[in-house]
C-alpha cells in the first residue's frame, strides 16, 4: 500500500468514529427522555388532589404544585358517533376512549336530543363497550334523533379519596327509527291482457298490510328475467298499469308490493303476452319520371289491418332515412321529387300500425334523369333590314327547368352553321350581324340543364340587298385647341351593292349605352364642337341612300383634351421702385386664348439659377419684387398657362439694376368727389412719364395700386361711400423706374343719396293696380316712397312708404307711377322709371325647382309678383329650346306663396319644364320662367324592387362588373342598367341583360362611374331600382410578359469594346406603352438599362467589355403603369480579343520557359530544405 492509501484508510477510520458517536449520544438522549416519563406517570399517581372551585385545581405531587390542565389535555375523547336504524329501534355507535389505561376511566353517558328537550338516556361503565341500542317506545319512526357520547374518568375511590370528574363531549350523531323491518304481502291477483296499438293491461289485488306504500312493475324479454323496472306506483290503491308502444314479440311482467321503510315483497307470479309483427309491402318496383329530378315508386296494397306506408331512402343501401309517411293502407304509389339527375338513389318501405312497423323491404334503386325537352312556341320574324338587322320573337318558354336558349341560323333551310346564345328569360332576339343579299333561317331551341334541347318551326330572313354598306375605319382625333372631336371615316366593303349618298353621326354618354341622333353629313368627317375637356364621348357612324339605312358601324370614343398652351405675354416691362424694388408689368394680346389662368413669373441673377418666383391670376397683369439688394442685376421673364394647365413659351427676357429712382414724389396731392365719382389730382414731376395711384383702406394694411396714367389727375371709380381711404402717388421715368410716393392724403367718401330703384312693373288686380320693382343693392335702404301722378311726368303725390318691393294701389283710372329709395340718413334717391296703367304686366312665377320624387318629377315655385294670378300653367318638352307643350296647372290660391306639381313621365328620359302665370283680370299670360330639367326615379314597386346591388373593379381599368339578387316580380323579363358620371347626373342607358349580371365594358380608369339597375316586366313597365352604387375602375392587372428574348453579337472582332442588340417579341396586349430593358453580369442582380417605346422590340447595348457574360430581361409597362413579370433571361459572353500572330509565337517560347523556371525554384528548395535538416541533426548529435 503506497502513502495515499494509508492516507485514506486513516480517514475513512476518522469518519466511521465521528458518525458511530453521533449514534451512541442519540440512543442515550433518547432512553433520558423515556425514563422521565415513565417517572413522571408514576408520580402523578401519587399526587394529593385538593378540589378549590368549579375548575381549578391544585395537585401537590413529591411537595411540588401542579395545575390539573396538565393532566386534562391527556384526555382523549370518545370517537366519531354514529347512528343507524334497525327494526324500529336506533343504534348508537362509537369508537373506545384510547388513552383508558393511564386515566382513569368512569363510564360513558349517553344523552338523546329531540328538539330542545334533552334526556340521558343511558351510563355504560364497561370501557370496553362501544354501541348502545335505543329501544324505548316513546321513538316515532320517521322522527330524527340526535345523540351525544360523553367520557366520565375521575381520581381517586369514591366517597372516601378526593374525587374529581373530567367530562369530554365527543361528536354528535343522529338518525331515525325506520319501523320494524317487515315486507309487505305480494300482490296476488296479477294478470296480463293485450291492447289495442300493441299494449298490455296489467292488474293486481291490493295486500293486507297498513303500512303499503306502492307496486314495482318489472319486464323481461324472457321467462324468469332478468327483470327491469318499468313503472313505481307510489300509491297502493292503483291496482292497474298499461305497458304501450311495445313491438312484435313476448313480454314477462312480475310486480311486488312496498311499504314506507320501504321494504319490498317477494315478486309476483310471472305473467306474460306475445304479440305477431306485421308484413312488409310486396311486389316494391321503381321507375324514372321523363321531366327528371323524381323517381316513381309503387306496390302491393297490404291485405293487413295497418295504418299506412312509410318509405326510406339511401344514397348508399345503408344509411337509410324516412322521407315520406303515407296515412291510406290503400295508396301504392309514391313521387319522389326534388332529386338531383345522375345521382342513383335507394329504397326500402315499411308498413305501419301506431308505433309498430314491420321490417324494411328489400332496397330498390333508380338514377332519374331528365329526358323531355323544353317546348318551343311559335316563332316569327320581324323585317328591320332597312335598319341592317331582323327581330326573331317567340312567346315566353314556361318550362320550370329551362335554362337558356340558342338561336340557330343558316343560309339554307334545315341547315344551320351559327348559333347565339339568349338568355332564357328573353322573348326576341336582334340579329344585326346579316349581310345584304343573303337570305337566313333561323329556328329557336330552348334547351334544358341535360341539356334537353327543343326546336321551333323555321322562319326566314329578308333579301337587303341594295343598302350601302356600313362605315368602316371610324377614327376619333383631337382636336388640339380642346373642347373638339373630329370622327372619320371610310366606305365599307362586303356584299352590298348600295353606294351611300350620306351619313348619320350617332352618340352616346357611355360605351354600349344608348345611342341618339347627331347629325347628317355628305362628308365622310364631322367635327364635333362644344364639348367638355376630359369627358369621353362614344360614336357610331351609319349610311344611307334611297334604299334605307345600314347598320351603325362599331363603337369607338375620344376625349377631348386641350394641348394647345395660351399666347407668350407681351411688353414686359420693368420699372425701378422707389424702396429697393422692381415693377413687372406686361400685356395680353386680344387674340390671345381666352383660357388663360394666370401668369408664372420667372427671375435669375448671376448667382441664382432661372426660377419662377411667383404665380399671378390670370386679372394681374402686373408684379411687385421687393426687398432686393442695391446694386444687383436681375432678369426676368414671364409665361402664361392655362387649367390643364399648358404653359406658353417665356416672354422675352428683361433685366434691371436695383437701385433708388431720382425721381421726387409728387406734390400738391388733393382729393374731391364731384359728381358721386372720387377724384385724385396732384402736381407734375420733373422727368415723368407717367404715375402709379396707390390706396389703402386703412393704417393696418399696405398700399396697393389702383391705376397709372399719363395725365395729373385720376378718377377712383371703386371707391365705397362711407368709407375712408388714404390716396399716394408716385412719379415713373421712361426707363420705367418708379419714383418716392407722395405724402398720403386722407378722404373720407360721404354718404350718398340711394339710387333709384329698378325693374319697375305693374300688374292689374280686382280692387286696383300692384307697382313692384327689384330691392335696392344698397346695404343702407331702408324703405321706399311710393307716387302717384295723372298725367305723365308729375307732378306726383306721395301715397305710401313700404319697407318691402311692392304695393297695391286700390283705385280705377289712370295713372303714373314713380318710386323713391331712402337711405337710413334720411337720403331719397331720385325718381324710378315711371309706370303707367295702361300698359299691365304678368310676372312670372320664381325659384323653379325640380326633384325626382317616388311619385314623380316635382316642380315647386314661388308666386308671381302679379297679384290678380288665377292660376299657374306647366310646359314640358324633351328640347330645351322647342316642343314645350302644357302638361298640367295649378290654380292659385290667396295667402299661399309656394306651389307645386308632380309630372309622372312614363319613361326615364330627360325633361325641361318651365311654368307660367295666367292673370285672369287681364287675360294675359306671364313669359316663361327659368327652364329646369329632371329624369324620373325607377318606377313602380308593384312591378318589383331590385335588391342587393353590387358592384366590383375586376381591376383591368376598362370595365366594372354588376351584380344584384334576382327580383320578386312573377313576370320580370330583363333588367335596365343605367350609368352617370355624376352621383346626381342625369342617367343614361347603357345596356339591358335577362341575368342578374352585367359587365360594363370601355370604361376610362380613373373616372368615377354611379350605377342603377331595375326590372321590366313583360309589359315594359320598370320596377324599383337599389340605390345607387358606384366605382372607379382602376387598371392593376399588369400585360403580357414579352417572349422569345434574345441576344446577338453586332460588334467588329478588332474593336477594343464589343456591341450586342437584345431583340424579343411585344406583348399581345393593347394597353402597352413601353418596354424595360434590365441587365446583369451574375444573372442575380439585374438593374435598369433602358425603357424603349411599345413600337421598339430591339435594342444595342454599346461598349460592353471582353471576356464577361452579359445577362438581360425584359418587361411590359402599360399606360396606368403596370409592369409585367421579367421574361426568362438571356445570355451571352462578349469574346476575348484576337492576338496578332507575331505575339502568339513569342508566347510559344515563354510559356516552356517559365514552367522550366518554376521547376528548377521547387529543386533548389527541396535541397535547401534536405541540407537545413542534415544541421540540425548534426547539431543535435553534438
Not at 467 to 477: C, S, W
Amino acid at each position: 500500500m503506497n502513502g495515499w492509501g494509508i492516507r485514506r484508510s486513516g480517514v475513512l477510520f476518522c469518519v466511521l468514529c465521528v458518525v458511530l458517536c453521533i449514534v451512541s449520544l442519540n440512543i442515550y438522549f433518547c432512553s433520558i427522555e423515556e425514563k422521565g416519563m415513565h417517572e413522571k406517570k408514576s408520580n402523578l399517581r401519587k399526587m394529593d388532589v385538593r378540589y378549590y372551585d368549579d375548575r381549578d385545581y391544585d395537585i401537590d405531587c413529591d411537595g411540588r404544585d401542579y395545575d390539573y390542565r396538565d393532566y386534562e389535555n391527556r384526555i382523549v375523547n370518545p370517537g366519531p358517533v354514529s347512528v343507524t336504524s334497525m327494526d324500529g329501534a336506533l343504534i348508537v355507535n362509537w369508537t373506545e376512549d384510547v388513552d383508558t389505561e393511564d386515566s382513569p376511566f368512569y363510564y360513558y353517558k349517553i344523552s338523546r336530543k329531540k328538539g330542545s328537550e334533552t334526556s340521558v338516556v343511558a351510563k355504560i361503565f364497561d370501557k370496553r363497550e362501544t354501541s348502545f341500542r335505543d329501544e324505548e317506545y316513546n321513538l316515532t319512526d320517521g322522527e330524527r334523533y340526535t345523540y351525544v357520547v360523553e367520557t366520565i374518568e375521575g381520581l381517586g375511590k369514591p366517597p372516601n379519596d378526593p374525587f374529581v370528574i373530567i367530562s369530554r363531549e365527543s361528536a354528535e350523531g343522529s338518525g331515525k327509527p325506520l319501523g320494524d323491518g317487515k315486507a309487505p304481502s305480494v300482490p296476488e291477483k296479477f294478470k296480463a291482457v293485450s291492447g289495442d296499438d300493441y299494449s298490455v293491461n296489467l292488474t293486481w289485488s291490493m295486500p293486507k298490510e297498513l303500512d303499503l306504500k306502492g307496486y314495482k312493475i318489472m319486464r323481461s324479454g324472457k321467462s324468469g328475467g332478468p327483470y327491469e323496472e318499468i313503472a313505481n306506483i307510489n300509491n297502493p290503491q292503483v291496482l292497474s298499469y298499461v305497458d304501450r308502444n311495445l313491438v312484435p314479440g313476448t313480454y314477462f311482467y312480475v310486480i311486488c308490493a312496498y311499504d314506507e321503510v320501504p321494504n319490498y315483497s317477494a315478486n309476483s307470479n310471472e305473467v306474460s303476452i306475445t304479440f305477431i309483427g306485421l308484413e312488409p309491402p310486396h311486389d316494391v318496383s321503381i321507375s324514372t319520371c321523363p321531366e327528371g329530378n323524381a323517381l316513381n315508386l309503387s306496390w302491393q296494397v297490404s291485405h293487413q289491418d295497418i295504418d299506412g306506408y312509410k318509405v326510406y331512402r339511401a344514397l348508399d343501401n345503408v344509411n337509410f332515412e324516412i322521407v315520406a309517411q303515407i296515412n291510406n293502407r290503400t295508396n301504392s304509389r309514391y313521387k319522389d321529387t326534388n332529386l338531383q339527375d345522375g345521382v342513383t338513389y335507394y329504397y326500402s318501405l315499411t308498413c305501419y300500425k301506431g308505433s309498430i312497423e314491420s321490417e324494411k323491404t328489400d332496397a330498390v334503386f333508380a338514377t332519374p334523369a331528365d329526358s323531355l325537352a323544353p317546348q318551343p312556341t311559335v316563332v316569327y320574324l320581324e323585317d328591320h333590314s332597312s335598319e341592317g338587322y331582323v327581330l326573331i320573337k317567340w312567346e315566353k318558354i314556361t318550362d320550370s327547368d329551362l335554362q337558356g336558349i340558342i338561336i340557330k341560323r343558316g343560309t339554307s333551310s334545315g341547315v344551320y352553321d351559327t348559333e347565339f346564345n339568349v338568355s332564357k328569360y328573353d322573348i326576341s332576339f336582334c340579329d344585326s350581324t346579316i349581310l345584304p343579299g343573303i337570305v337566313y333561317y333561323y329556328v329557336v331551341c330552348p334547351y334544358d340543364e341535360v341539356p334537353n334541347i327543343g326546336v321551333s318551326n323555321e322562319v326566314s330572313g329578308p333579301d337587303i340587298s341594295g343598302l350601302p354598306p356600313i362605315p368602316a375605319n371610324v377614327v376619333v382625333t383631337v382636336v388640339p385647341e380642346g373642347n373638339a372631336l373630329n370622327i372619320s371615316w371610310r366606305d365599307g366593303l362586303g356584299p352590298s351593292t348600295g353606294i351611300a349618298e350620306s351619313y348619320n353621326v350617332y352618340i352616346s354618354n357611355a360605351s354600349g349605352g344608348e345611342y341618339r341622333f347627331l347629325a347628317n353629313t355628305k362628308n365622310k368627317f364631322y367635327l364635333h364642337t362644344g364639348l367638355e375637356d376630359g369627358v369621353a364621348y362614344y360614336y357610331r357612324i351609319s349610311a344611307k341612300n334611297s334604299k334605307g339605312e345600314s347598320a351603325k358601324s362599331e363603337e369607338v370614343y375620344g376625349i377631348p383634351k386641350d394641348s394647345v398652351p395660351p399666347q407668350t405675354p407681351e411688353n414686359l416691362t420693368i420699372r425701378k421702385e422707389y424702396g429697393f424694388g422692381l415693377n413687372l408689368s406686361w400685356r395680353v394680346s386680344e387674340s390671345a386664348n381666352s383660357d388663360i389662368a394666370g401668369y408664372n413669373i420667372y427671375r435669375r441673377s448671376a448667382d441664382e439659377g432661372l426660377g419662377i418666383i411667383a404665380t399671378v391670376p390670370v386679372g394681374q397683369l402686373f408684379y411687385n419684387d421687393t426687398n432686393l439688394p442695391e446694386g444687383k442685376i436681375y432678369f426676368y421673364s414671364v409665361s402664361a398657362f392655362d387649367e390643364v394647365p399648358n404653359e406658353s413659351p417665356k416672354s422675352a427676357e428683361v433685366s434691371a439694376i436695383v437701385g433708388l429712382p431720382n425721381l421726387e414724389a409728387p406734390s400738391g396731392l388733393n382729393v374731391s368727389m364731384p359728381e358721386r365719382n372720387v377724384t385724385i389730382t396732384w402736381l407734375g414731376v420733373q422727368g415723368a412719364q407717367s404715375y402709379i395711384i396707390y390706396r389703402r383702406a386703412s393704417y393696418a394694411t399696405g398700399s396697393n395700386p389702383i391705376g397709372n396714367t399719363t395725365e395729373l389727375s385720376f378718377i377712383d371709380t371703386t371707391a365705397l361711400e362711407n368709407n375712408t381711404y388714404y390716396y399716394s402717388v408716385a412719379a415713373v421715368d421712361d426707363l420705367g423706374t418708379i419714383g418716392k410716393k407722395s405724402d398720403e392724403f386722407r378722404f373720407a367718401v360721404p354718404d350718398l343719396e340711394p339710387l333709384p330703384p329698378t325693374g319697375m312693373y305693374l300688374t292689374a288686380s280686382s280692387n286696383g293696380y300692384l307697382i313692384s320693382w327689384n330691392p335696392s343693392l344698397e346695404s343702407d335702404v331702408v324703405g321706399y316712397f311710393v307716387y302717384r301722378s295723372t298725367t305723365p311726368g308729375g307732378p306726383y303725390e306721395e301715397i305710401a312708404f313700404v319697407v318691402w318691393t311692392d304695393y297695391e294701389d286700390i283705385v280705377s283710372g289712370s295713372y303714373y307711377y314713380v318710386v323713391k329709395a331712402v337711405d337710413s340718413g334720411g337720403h331719397k334717391s331720385e325718381n324710378s322709371d315711371e309706370v303707367f296703367t295702361g300698359n299691365t304686366y304678368v310676372a312670372p312665377p320664381e325659384n323653379v325647382r325640380i326633384n325626382p320624387t317616388e311619385s314623380g318629377l316635382e316642380l315647386t315655385w314661388s308666386k308671381s309678383r302679379t297679384f290678380e294670378v288665377s292660376e299657374y300653367r306647366i310646359y314640358r318638352s324633351e328640347m330645351l329650346y322647342i316642343g314645350y307643350e302644357i302638361v298640367g296647372r295649378v290654380p292659385a290660391t290667396k295667402g299661399s306663396s309656394e306651389y307645386k306639381y308632380i309630372d309622372k313621365p312614363s319613361d326615364r328620359k330627360v325633361y325641361y319644364y318651365y311654368v307660367t302665370a295666367w292673370d285672369n283680370f287681364s287675360h294675359k299670360e306671364s313669359p316663361p320662367s327659368q327652364k329646369v330639367s329632371g329624369q324620373i326615379l325607377s318606377g313602380d314597386s308593384s312591378v318589383g324592387n331590385v335588391t342587393g346591388l353590387q358592384i366590383r373593379d375586376p381591376g383591368t381599368g376598362y370595365s366594372l362588373i354588376l351584380s344584384w339578387d334576382p327580383c320578386a316580380g312573377a313576370d320580370i323579363v330583363y333588367y335596365r342598367i343605367y350609368c352617370t358620371n355624376s352621383s346626381s347626373g342625369v342617367l343614361q342607358l347603357v345596356g339591358t341583360t335577362a341575368s342578374t349580371n352585367y359587365t360594363h365594358t370601355g370604361l376610362k380608369p380613373g373616372v368615377i362611374y354611379y350605377y342603377e339597375v331595375v326590372p321590366v316586366n313583360a309589359q315594359n313597365i320598370e320596377g324599383k331600382s337599389a340605390s345607387r352604387v358606384s366605382a372607379i375602375p382602376r387598371d392593376i392587372t399588369p400585360p403580357s410578359t414579352p417572349q422569345n428574348v434574345r441576344v446577338a453579337l453586332v460588334s467588329s472582332e478588332d474593336a477594343e469594346s464589343v456591341d450586342v442588340v437584345i431583340r424579343w417579341t411585344p406583348s399581345p396586349d393593347d394597353d402597352v406603352v413601353s418596354y424595360k430593358i434590365y441587365w446583369s453580369n451574375d444573372n442575380i442582380s439585374f438593374q435598369v438599362l433602358t425603357t424603349v417605346d411599345k413600337n421598339v422590340t430591339s435594342f444595342t447595348h454599346k461598349g460592353l467589355e471582353r471576356g464577361k457574360y452579359y445577362f438581360y430581361k425584359v418587361s411590359a409597362i402599360d399606360s396606368t403603369p403596370n409592369e409585367s413579370p421579367q421574361s426568362i433571361s438571356a445570355s451571352i459572353k462578349t469574346p476575348v480579343k484576337s492576338v496578332p500572330q507575331g505575339n502568339t509565337e513569342c508566347m510559344t517560347f515563354v510559356f516552356p520557359a517559365i514552367v522550366i523556371a518554376l521547376i528548377i525554384i521547387a529543386i533548389l528548395a527541396a535541397i535547401a530544405t534536405r541540407m537545413e535538416g542534415k544541421k540540425k541533426r548534426k547539431k543535435e548529435e553534438k
